[in-house]
């Protein structure tokens, strides 16, 4: 994570592995096995990278054997698939090779941990079935971890609902040579029905399959759907992705007994459901993952950064049923659960890196409803955050879904941060639809005298899900802008605040200071829409506070 990776384009990436018809990524070329017509294996569904160590990568492909095997069909037969990992483009110097059995007992998924790299180096990898070619995909691995890293590059990402318009956000993302990893942050799909959660009551696309996705078939389909997109097909195979669920993975705003989208009486037991979303997300998400298995871990760049991923739905106690709920100060409840806090915590401390940075699936920065809304844009916030809201909001906690609802164990990790010293903290967030550039203050009361922060955080937005100008079917830019700056005026260390916008961030890390430029997409509902560079903000090693960019990274 030291150098811009070799200049490639998307097609070279897409064909460097051997061509595919247009049958074959709609699945298989046609065939009638009953007439004794010869069956090709084809790989649907591209190829993926994921959880990049200094000597290891975790590779993933689907292969799609016979025409039965459809995604959550359970049928189809084990078959062989072939992998190798090459220093060149052209697997002329194939470092490692393997092969795997896959079925229908994993969905014909294939996840292969190549080890036995060399830090910090770029390489090729495809799979082969039956004499069929996968597309080729570029990944890295991770430095050395007592190397000096110049420089980390990111793609940060969250909310991409397939329903609700086309991924440019990765296709324009797909097309950059500087990224080292690509970091999600959540919300990878979306478990509604069609009709039930898009943009602006229009379904751009609508979900397969075409109900709300409850049992392990029905999550093994729409994870197909969703790596059927050409243009997330393109961002996985160019570079390694870090990745973490939030709630719709599973089902909107998701505990450890249950969720708001999840009825027991309808839809059976929510553990049942639960473990077949994860099934689903350990087959077919490139991650060093298994059901039943632990999903937050932690990543090192070298000596420059640690990154920190947490899982804030399996172990959190169930939200408070509004923001007056007296239940909220009660010291008890948890988001993280103990042994992920400790875990957390260790990180903080790690003398080892310069820069924590945490991957935190909800916002853990402080954020206040002002004393003034008026009745649309009460409403809208509503919508955005599902909840009903008293009347008289000033002063009450914006989202009680996010660490605003657990404020016993965020004043736990802002009391590390402050005994201990420690600087460089950076939460990277998702999940909002929005984005937000904000200090943590130690304590909010003082803030706005003594300017005190412990740390930044810093939230991309929604690749395509909706935001307020969406809900409350206003203009972009026009009613959102208000609503802004009256919450940045009840809440001094929110820095930046962009309601409305759709798109991805890059961040970069490097001794000096942690940036993220924001771009926003002209039009998700455009197949072909591009987008543009918003805004940059930046962290200057240890300041703890985040100032706009002078410039947009290079």
Avoid at 217 to 226: E, F, G, I, K, S
């Amino acid at each position: 994570m030291t150098t811009p990776l070799p200049a490639v384009s998307r097609r070279r990436v897409l064909q460097a592995g051997g061509a595919l018809t247009g049958a074959a990524v709609l699945g298989l070329a046609a065939a009638d096995p009953a007439a004794g017509t010869p069956v090709r294996p084809a790989f649907a569904h591209g190829v993926a990278s994921g959880d990049p160590l200094p000597t290891a990568v975790l590779l993933w492909t689907r292969v799609t054997p016979t025409p039965s095997a459809t995604p959550g069909s359970g049928a189809g037969p084990v078959v062989p698939v072939d992998w190798e990992v090459a220093t060149d483009d052209r697997f002329r110097q194939v470092v490692r090779r393997g092969t795997v059995r896959t079925g229908p007992d994993r969905d014909h998924t294939v996840k292969v941990d190549a080890t036995g790299l060399t830090p910090g180096r770029t390489y090729w990898y495809r799979f082969r079935c039956q004499g069929v070619l996968s597309p080729a995909g570029r990944t890295r691995t991770a430095p050395a971890d007592d190397a000096a890293v110049p420089r980390l590059r990111m793609a940060v990402v969250s909310c991409a609902n397939l329903q609700a318009g086309w991924f440019g956000a990765y296709r324009s993302l797909a097309a950059r040579t500087d990224l080292d990893l690509v970091l999600h942050l959540g919300d990878y799909l979306y478990e509604y029905a069609p009709g039930e959660y898009q943009a602006r009551d229009v379904v751009v696309r609508p979900h397969d399959p075409p109900r709300e996705m409850v049992t392990l078939a029905d999550y093994r389909r729409r994870h197909a759907q969703y790596k059927a997109d050409p243009d997330l097909q393109a961002l996985h195979a160019v570079a390694p992705w870090v990745v973490t669920w939030d709630d719709h993975e599973s089902a909107n705003d998701a505990w450890s007994g249950g969720a708001e989208n999840h009825t027991p009486g309808g839809e059976g037991e929510w553990t049942s459901r639960r473990a077949a979303a994860q099934r689903a997300y350990a087959e077919w998400m490139p991650v060093r993952y298994e059901a039943g298995g632990r999903l937050y871990r932690r990543f090192r760049c070298g000596r420059l950064a640690s990154l920190s991923m947490l899982d804030l739905r399996t172990y959190r106690s169930e939200q408070v049923s509004s923001p007056v709920d007296p239940a909220l100060g009660d010291p008890g409840r948890t988001i993280t659960g103990a042994e992920q806090m400790d875990f957390l915590l260790e990180g903080l401390a790690d003398p080892a890196v310069q820069w924590k940075l945490v991957g935190n699936p909800v916002m853990v920065a402080p954020v206040q409803f002002p004393s003034t809304l008026d009745a649309r844009a009460l409403q809208g916030l509503e919508a955005l955050l599902g909840v009903d809201l008293p009347d008289q909001v000033g002063g009450l906690p914006y989202n009680v879904d996010q660490w605003d609802g657990y404020p016993a164990e965020r004043a736990g990790v802002l009391g590390h941060l402050r005994d201990r010293g420690i600087r460089d903290t950076v939460f990277l967030t998702g999940d909002i639809h929005s984005g937000w550039a904000a200090e943590l203050p130690s304590d909010p009361l003082t803030y706005p005298v003594t300017g005190d922060s412990l740390g930044v955080e810093l939230v991309c937005t929604s690749v395509t899900s909706d935001n307020l100008d969406d809900i409350v079917g206003s203009p972009p830019r026009t009613t959102s802008r208000a609503v802004e700056t009256v919450i940045k005026g009840a809440n001094p260390h929110v820095k930046y605040l962009d309601f409305d916008s759709h798109g991805y961030s890059v961040l970069e890390v490097t001794p000096a200071h942690v940036q993220m430029d924001w771009f926003v997409l002209l039009d998700r509902t455009n197949r072909s829409s591009g987008a543009v560079w918003s805004t940059s903000w930046r962290v200057a090693a240890g300041s703890s506070r985040v100032i706009p960019a002078a410039r947009r990274l290079s």
